[in-house]
């Protein structure tokens, strides 16, 4: 009689455990329900990057958040735009482009804003800048066929790069001497079959070989063009039209307020002299991002986004002399030794 009522109690504890383990999957899935409805439905965290920016050239500091969405009734002036994902193919193969519109450019020809210095400054031969390219091949629409998506925006000669040569010349002509970078950090990609999003990884030792190389490296700057479309990346200041440009800290590092007041530094140089061309100093943590942008090596470092995927080479060239005078300024003031 006992051997039996201990059979009866195992095949009631069996049940009691099937019974268990069916309400436990049926309210994981119940939970997987909700949370993909909310995923949907936009209220939680996603994971592409937002760039927010102020149109009212009134910020300094802007902090991030990663919404799907700017809140209702938001009327700050803030604009958002996603970070591009270039199409593979853009980065494969250069698209055509238009060689008209190419030949017409004459640097020469964009003025340069002058600065009056107290007394005469120069490195003298001292590379104490590096400038260099993350995304070396973000591009510009002007020069594509007419109809071409931002994401396709990519080439491996008309390219950021340009911007960050002229940035070069201008610092240089203000004495600073500086380096910048030839390296294409896509041919680095591809050639250790990486991706796109392991840029930084590949730009990181970039940057360290050059410390390594150049012991007189004092400041650092990632060159980057925005996605922002034409009428958010585009201001006119004494007649003349501008690239918008905004500086990018990576706050996911113990030591980024030594970069956050550097940069600020030169955003406000910027601001007192042509006010809403930058739109400010935007801090970026690693749910946002990479989060470093290898700015742990350098606190004299930053990303500077100079216009955005629709602006041309003329407005972009203006901008980063202004850059070029400010970083300037603010070298030979707060520095320098």
Request: proline share 2%.
């Amino acid at each position: 009689m006992l051997l039996h009522e201990d059979v009866r109690m195992d095949k009631i504890s069996t049940k009691t455990l099937k019974v268990l383990l069916f309400t436990a999957i049926t309210l994981f899935l119940g939970l997987l329900v909700v949370i993909l409805h909310l995923y949907e439905k936009g209220d939680h965290k996603i994971k592409k990057l937002h760039v927010i920016s102020n149109n009212k050239g009134k910020n300094t500091y802007v902090e991030i958040n990663s919404k799907s969405k700017p809140d209702p009734g938001d009327d700050s002036g803030f604009e958002v735009s996603e970070e591009l994902v270039p199409e593979e193919k853009a980065l494969q193969k250069d698209a055509k482009l238009n060689q008209e519109k190419i030949n017409s450019i004459n640097q020469k020809d964009i003025k340069r804003p002058e600065i009056k210095n107290k007394s005469f400054h120069n490195t003298f031969g001292r590379k104490v800048v590096f400038i260099y390219f993350s995304h070396t091949r973000e591009s510009f629409l002007p020069y594509f066929k007419k109809g071409t998506a931002s994401e396709s925006a990519y080439h491996s000669q008309l390219n950021i790069a340009l911007v960050g040569e002229r940035l070069g010349d201008s610092l240089k002509h203000n004495g600073i001497w500086n380096e910048v970078s030839q390296i294409d950090i896509v041919n680095m990609l591809h050639d250790r079959n990486l991706t796109f999003g392991q840029s930084y990884q590949m730009s990181r030792e970039v940057i360290v070989d050059e410390m390594r190389e150049n012991r007189d490296l004092e400041m650092a700057f990632d060159i980057h063009r925005d996605s922002l479309q034409r009428e958010h990346s585009t201001i006119e200041i004494g007649g003349e039209s501008l690239a918008k440009i905004s500086f990018v800290i990576g706050s996911g590092h113990e030591n980024y307020k030594k970069n956050l007041d550097f940069t600020n530094g030169i955003h406000e140089v910027i601001e007192r002299k042509y006010p809403g061309l930058s739109r400010g100093v935007i801090i970026k943590d690693k749910s946002q991002g990479n989060g470093v942008y290898n700015q742990d090596l350098l606190p004299n470092s930053v990303i500077v986004e100079i216009g955005g995927v629709e602006n041309n080479l003329e407005e972009l060239y203006r901008s980063a002399d202004i850059i070029g005078n400010a970083i300037s300024q603010y070298y030979w003031d707060k520095v320098h030794d």
